[in-house]
């Protein structure tokens, strides 16, 4: 798509007409733009002008690795035209830098900034490193070994259409899983559709479907052709060894074999809890839920359920938890017996767990989850309050029902 940003000239043929400048960064948006043509001054100077459009690209590039379409200016206007020209050198020598892979740490098969600021690169057996574009931002990333690159966003709740009512910032990308090709780093797609926590794990099946699993403790099937998520169904039961009581643990299904884990995905054969998400926006706002029911009270044998307390730490039967997340806090056993803990601290995205030991684990997630959030406990029977620890606000705290 061509874009052409003027009040008064005609439109050249093959280009999309926008008069203001918040009409081309919406089409920026959308990652569909290949060129852009700016006149500066557009009527109401007020409104904006094409340099604010110039100031979002460079905002984009620099601060987050985005890449930009060809830019040119056709403004009349000698002294805009020339600012807006150095703008466009800016931009070209922010873009430029994107490409100083020697500044990234090697992350497996993958080299990547420490604060996701540029995009990363993938490492091939032989040759130099292919820049992943537009990858800036992309927490982990998955060699799926068919030539291609899955790229998760972990800024995923900025995609749900409440988070984003609710002035959360918007991403640059329409979605937050991308296929990417190894060969050339050009991205050829998205997921349609997200994790509810951290993706722990991806792989290809035999039969050409994409798996994901995560740290929602769900397993998402999706189409590789379409990128729709065909089913949903939450990661299996693990027996702990002394005793076979159960266990909860995302690392477990990803050292399956892939035979196994197609077995899992085709015919369900080992026991799963009920899994259940509840978060809310921002203090005081509705709650809301998703619920993935696995009949998970059939009879089995594999597992046996685990009477919860606190003496025995959450992180032995939630094993993917150890040391994996700060700010955990105190855990304790509600008024009907489940066991409770979790929490937030800045850079650290963490849950609130809420499990019977066995048939149902609830997750709780909170609009604020990169500040210190804490549990304060079980207000009353069944209802569980969240708080900042740093008292910014006096209300900033998040009642949940159970």
Known sequence: MKVYLDDE????DGWVRCY??????????SGEVTEISLDHDLGD??????????????????????????????????????????????????TAAQRDYEKHWEDGKFLMIWDRSKPAWFIPEAGEPVLLA????????????????????????CYRKEFLDDGWRR???????????????????????????????????????????GRDYLVRVWSRQSGECTDILPLPLWPEPSDRRAVLSCEQFGQMKPSEKQRYINTRHLPSPDVRIDWIVRPGG????????????????????WQPNTEQHASYRIWDLAGAEAGYSDWFITSDGRLCGGGTTY???????????F???????????????????????????IENTLGIDAFDSYRFQL
């Open 9 to 12: 000239r005609k439109t050249p």
């Open 20 to 29: 203001w400048p918040d009409e081309v960064i919406e089409l920026l948006y």
């Open 45 to 94: 100077d007020e409104r904006g002008t094409g340099y604010d459009v110039l100031l979002w690209i460079e905002e984009a590039v620099g601060g987050r690795g985005w890449q930009p379409p060809k830019i040119s200016v056709h403004s009349a206007n000698a002294s805009a035209r020339q600012k807006m020209e150095a703008a466009i050198r800016q931009i070209d020598k922010l």
């Open 134 to 157: 537009g990858s800036a931002e992309v927490s982990k990333l998955f060699d799926l070994g068919d030539g291609t690159v899955l790229g998760v966003d972990f800024g995923w709740k």
């Open 171 to 213: 991403p640059l990308t329409p979605q937050p899983m991308a296929i990417w090709n190894a060969q050339t780093g050009v991205c050829t797609g998205y997921l349609q559709g997200h994790h509810l926590g951290d993706v722990t794990g991806a792989e290809l099946l035999d039969d050409n479907r994409l798996i994901t699993w």
């Open 286 to 305: 509705k709650q809301y839920s998703f619920k993935c029911a696995a009949q998970s009270e059939k009879a089995q044998k594999v597992v046996k359920p």
């Open 347 to 357: 850079g650290a995205s963490g849950q609130i767990y809420v499990w019977d030991g």
């Open 359 to 385: 048939y149902t684990l609830q997750m709780l997630i909170v609009g604020r989850h990169d500040c210190n959030m804490h549990l304060k406990g079980e207000v009353e029977p069944n209802v569980i309050v």
